[in-house]
């Protein structure tokens, strides 16, 4: 059954076609930082907030941003968990996702066995994912083990999100990798929507209006960016283009 924070994000696709979201990596990003961009992300029409990266490995700097981020905004924060450390029990909701390509079966279901319980426990709303690794993948992609999809192979990407659907799955991630040099494809982005009926996430390697609205238009539901906000002086101007771009599909 969908919980608080799933409903919230399935009205608001229901409403607006598309939505975006900010990545926020407690790697990278101060308290304050994370804050004071959350804060503006809000004003501009983000949709929420997520929190993770893909190297994180300190319990406590991730629950100083959180908490940071939940001081300053009234939208979801959602946990995006590289491994049980990037775990809060400040944060609204988790993508409880599964990288279905990783060579390790860590990654596609022991870390969800050992951090299952602290969800549970901390009372954190569970969003079940399917996640996938597309092309390079960069850290993401080497950190979980991946065999990343090759870009040009759009029926594999289609055969993996059906798979997470069938499996009971309630969204799918699309990701070409933080930092990535270009975004998925949009022809795999449409072979994505054609196969399967839930919301399909796209992020990695998006850095414009143009591009995150022709990712919209091939079929994606949630645009996700991160590094080109850590990237910019003006992150408010940035995630403004960005969701005028998304919503203008």
């Not at 196969?195 to 609205?213: K, L, M, S, Y």
């Amino acid at each position: 059954m969908a919980g608080k924070v799933e409903k919230y994000l399935l009205d608001r696709i229901a409403r607006e076609g598309a939505i975006h979201m900010v990545l926020i990596d407690p790697e990278v990003a101060k308290p304050e930082q994370a804050a004071k961009v959350a804060r503006e992300a809000e004003r501009q029409g983000t949709a929420a907030i997520m929190v993770g990266g893909s190297t994180v490995a300190l319990v406590e700097r991730v629950d100083a941003v959180v908490k940071a981020i939940k001081e300053a905004v009234g939208i979801p924060v959602i946990l995006f968990p590289n491994n049980v450390t990037g775990i809060s029990k400040y944060a609204d909701a988790i993508w409880f996702m599964s990288l279905l390509n990783s060579s390790d079966p860590y990654f596609i279901i022991g870390a969800q066995v050992l951090g299952a319980p602290a969800v549970k426990a901390y009372g954190i709303e569970p969003i079940p994912m399917g996640y996938v690794i597309i092309g390079s993948g960069v850290t993401a992609g080497f950190i979980g083990r991946a065999t990343p999809l090759p870009r040009g192979k759009p029926e594999l990407a289609a055969a993996f999100a059906l798979a997470a659907q069938f499996l009971g799955m309630r969204f799918v991630y699309l990701e070409a990798g933080s930092g990535a040099e270009e975004p998925v494809s949009e022809e795999m982005v449409r072979a994505v929507r054609k196969a399967v009926d839930i919301p399909i996430i796209v992020g990695g390697g998006i850095r414009t209006g143009e591009q995150a609205r022709r990712l919209v238009e091939a079929g994606a539901n949630i645009i996700v960016t991160g590094t080109v906000i850590e990237s910019v002086s003006d992150a408010g101007r940035k995630i403004g283009e960005l969701v005028s771009a998304i919503r203008k599909r």
